[in-house]
């Protein structure tokens, strides 16, 4: 018997509504880089709505088999075997991409992971491509709403290194990486999709 498949249901309530929002942004040929992939109901929806791109979906290494339960399952031609990959090493082992999606991690992560996320991301991407991060975020310190507030008290009585992140910490993280923010989408569950575009480098100066 083939071991049951990881499911979350937040991945399977929210898959649709982000759609909406990648579609706004992936073109045919992009090379997507998926960090977290979680259950891989992202990672299968996604390169199934987009058949003509390319979907990297990684994990890190506890993780991955778990994840590749659902991917090999799915039998997808642009969805590969998921990948290890941390973003605490200094160097990211897989190619420079168009599109790195992360969906419920920033806020899982502890500070010094998010801010390795955004500066491995600024290395990775190709110049002109998107960052795109979906999850929960404060806005000048303050919580969007009391719900999102005793989120951030379970995340910190799990782990008190994680916590629901401050919007203007995270866009100075993607501006000091070369990133500018084009799009901050609120979604639904007190959720947003914020999307950056990697701005080329002009003459040494960004």
Do not use: R
């Given at each position: 018997m083939n071991p049951p498949l990881p499911f979350s249901q937040a991945s399977e309530n929210n898959k649709r509504v982000i759609l909406e929002v990648l579609a706004r942004h992936l073109t045919r040929g992009d090379s997507v880089l998926e960090i977290g992939g979680g259950s891989g109901q992202h990672?299968?929806?996604f390169a199934t709505c987009f058949r003509e791109l390319h979907w990297q979906s990684s994990d890190i290494s506890s993780n991955v088999d778990s994840l590749n339960l659902r991917i090999s399952a799915a039998q997808l031609p642009n969805l590969p075997a998921a990948i290890s990959l941390d973003v605490n090493d200094p160097d990211?082992?897989?190619?420079?991409?168009?599109v790195i999606?992360?969906?419920n991690s920033l806020h899982i992560m502890s500070t010094?992971?998010?801010?390795?996320?955004?500066?491995?991301?600024g290395t990775k991407l190709r110049d002109n491509g998107v960052l795109l991060a979906y999850g929960p975020f404060k806005y000048d310190g303050a919580f969007t709403t009391e719900s999102n507030a005793h989120f951030d008290l379970w995340l910190k009585d799990r782990d008190p290194r994680s916590g629901v992140r401050d919007f203007e910490w995270v866009n100075d993280l993607a501006e000091n990486a070369g990133?500018?923010?084009?799009?901050?989408n609120a979604m639904p569950a007190n959720?947003?999709?914020?999307?950056?575009?990697?701005?080329?480098?002009?003459?040494?100066v960004r």
């Open positions: 990672a299968v929806f990211w082992s897989c190619p420079c991409c168009n999606y992360s969906a010094a992971s998010v801010e390795k996320f955004f500066s491995g991301a990133l500018t923010l084009l799009e901050d959720n947003q999709f914020l999307v950056w575009k990697k701005t080329k480098l002009e003459h040494g």
